[in-house]
């Protein structure tokens, strides 16, 4: 191997004089910065960069541009498919609480004595509302509109991906600007 650096004097041999050994430095390819806003690890002579009197230094915020190009329609429907199941457990859970509450103020009995009065004859009791409205006939009702929920709102979710990613395809998507919090 070959040095292509040229002839290198040694180090205190060539003066006569005795001088401890300097350490080698590499030639730089560029010179360091210099001045005020040179970084700590520079070689500004080892001062550090003084603020300016009445000047705030406020964080600067990053700030990041997206584009929503493409929605998975199999992701799209997962989970839509899930907030949905979500939803449709919401819906059973307060139509029962909704039931509990109105038998225990004794809704059910006032407003169904009244129709059955106002609807009975002579001969027969009118419209019983309480048997009507009992506990498992509404569990069943709310179960299955809970189902037809579910079921619709995947398919619509689902579609709304797919006619989403057509009409990016012309438009070019929903622009998002994302900051990081300060």
Same mark, same amino acid.
């Given at each position: 191997m070959t040095d292509t650096r040229g002839p290198q004097p040694a180090v205190g041999a060539d003066t006569g004089e005795d001088k401890p050994a300097q350490p080698y430095h590499p030639p730089q390819a560029y010179t360091a910065p210099s001045g005020p806003g040179t970084p700590r690890g520079g070689t500004g002579g080892g001062a550090q960069r003084k603020p300016r009197p009445g000047v705030r230094t406020a964080p600067r915020t990053r700030k990041a541009r997206l584009r929503v190009a493409k929605a998975d329609p199999w992701s799209v429907m997962k989970v839509s498919f899930l907030l949905s199941i979500a939803l449709g457990i919401c819906t059973i859970v307060a139509a029962v609480v909704l039931w509990m509450v109105m038998d225990a103020m004794g809704v059910f009995s006032t407003v169904g004595g009244t129709i059955s009065e106002a609807t009975g004859s002579n001969e027969g009791n009118g419209f019983d509302l309480q048997s009507f409205l009992s506990l498992p006939r509404v569990l069943i009702?709310?179960? +299955?509109? =809970?189902?037809?929920?579910? +079921?619709? =709102?995947?398919?619509?979710a689902t579609l709304g991906a797919f006619i989403y990613n057509l009409s990016a395809g012309f438009v070019g998507g929903v622009e998002l600007t994302l900051a990081e919090d300060e």
């Amino acid at each position: 191997m070959t040095d292509t650096r040229g002839p290198q004097p040694a180090v205190g041999a060539d003066t006569g004089e005795d001088k401890p050994a300097q350490p080698y430095h590499p030639p730089q390819a560029y010179t360091a910065p210099s001045g005020p806003g040179t970084p700590r690890g520079g070689t500004g002579g080892g001062a550090q960069r003084k603020p300016r009197p009445g000047v705030r230094t406020a964080p600067r915020t990053r700030k990041a541009r997206l584009r929503v190009a493409k929605a998975d329609p199999w992701s799209v429907m997962k989970v839509s498919f899930l907030l949905s199941i979500a939803l449709g457990i919401c819906t059973i859970v307060a139509a029962v609480v909704l039931w509990m509450v109105m038998d225990a103020m004794g809704v059910f009995s006032t407003v169904g004595g009244t129709i059955s009065e106002a609807t009975g004859s002579n001969e027969g009791n009118g419209f019983d509302l309480q048997s009507f409205l009992s506990l498992p006939r509404v569990l069943i009702f709310t179960s +299955v509109i =809970a189902v037809i929920d579910v +079921v619709l =709102a995947t398919a619509l979710a689902t579609l709304g991906a797919f006619i989403y990613n057509l009409s990016a395809g012309f438009v070019g998507g929903v622009e998002l600007t994302l900051a990081e919090d300060e």
